[in-house]
Structure formats: structure tokens, C-alpha cells
Nanobody, 126 residues
Framework: QVQLVESGGGLVQAGGSLRLSCAASGRTFSRSAMAWFRQAPGKEREFVAG????????YYADSVKGRFTISRDNAKNTAYLQMNSLKPEDTAVYYC???????????????????WGQGTQVTVSS
């Protein structure tokens, strides 16, 4: 069983930065694709960023390209999301997700992920 615990959310002014962390338990982290999703009130959960098992491939939603950076440290079983130039529309609950994969594929659909964290709130004020 894998447990994911997010941290690092909070309240920040527009233009500011936050770094989210996702700590994973278990022994499958280095064999798992990792991703960040977010869900704003009244909206569906959406893909934000994903990273392959080794960290060699990353993918981003168009809305965050150039502002967010996903990374991972397999030695620490932790994934990160560095968020810069934050906008009020980035306000949402952010979730990390994982799925064991056998290739470098990084799923972008929420339904393809096996494990989820509890979420961390990010609020960007204007």
C-alpha cells in the first residue's frame, strides 16, 4: 500500500511562489510515474504536471508551462512542484498522485492513477 502526503500549500499573493512536496511511503516510488492535479471549487480535477519514473521526462498543462516545475528525488521518495508567478486562477486544492508503470509513460488522466494524497490548499490573492 502506498501513502502520499502533500505539504507546502498556503496563502500567497499574486506573483509569489510556493513549493509543494509529496512524500510517498512504500517501495514502489522509483517505479512510479508521479503527477500533480488540482481542483478548484465547482470544477473538475485537472492535470497540472507529471514526471516519469527516472525524472527524465516532464509534462505540463498549458496553463502552467513556464511557471511551474515538477521534480522528484527517488532517494527521498519525494516529488515536488515549484510554483512561480502564481495567479489567482491557480487557487485550488492540489493533489499528488502515483501509478506504477513499466515504461517512461506519464498518464495525464486522473482515472489512470492508483494512489492519491489528501490534498493541500493553495490560495492566491490578487
Amino acid at each position: 500500500q502506498v501513502q502520499l502526503v502533500e505539504s507546502g500549500g498556503g496563502l500567497v499573493q499574486a506573483g509569489g511562489s510556493l513549493r509543494l512536496s509529496c512524500a510517498a511511503s512504500g517501495r514502489t516510488f522509483s517505479r512510479s510515474a508521479m503527477a500533480w492535479f488540482r481542483q478548484a471549487p465547482g470544477k473538475e480535477r485537472e492535470f497540472v504536471a507529471g514526471i516519469s519514473r527516472s525524472g527524465g521526462s516532464t509534462y505540463y498543462a498549458d496553463s502552467v508551462k513556464g511557471r511551474f516545475t515538477i521534480s522528484r528525488d527517488n532517494a527521498k521518495n519525494t516529488a515536488y512542484l515549484q510554483m512561480n508567478s502564481l495567479k489567482p486562477e491557480d487557487t485550488a486544492v492540489y493533489y499528488c498522485a502515483s501509478r506504477v508503470v513499466v515504461t517512461t509513460v506519464v498518464p495525464t488522466q486522473a482515472s489512470e492513477y492508483e494512489y492519491w494524497g489528501q490534498g493541500t490548499q493553495v490560495t492566491v490573492s490578487s
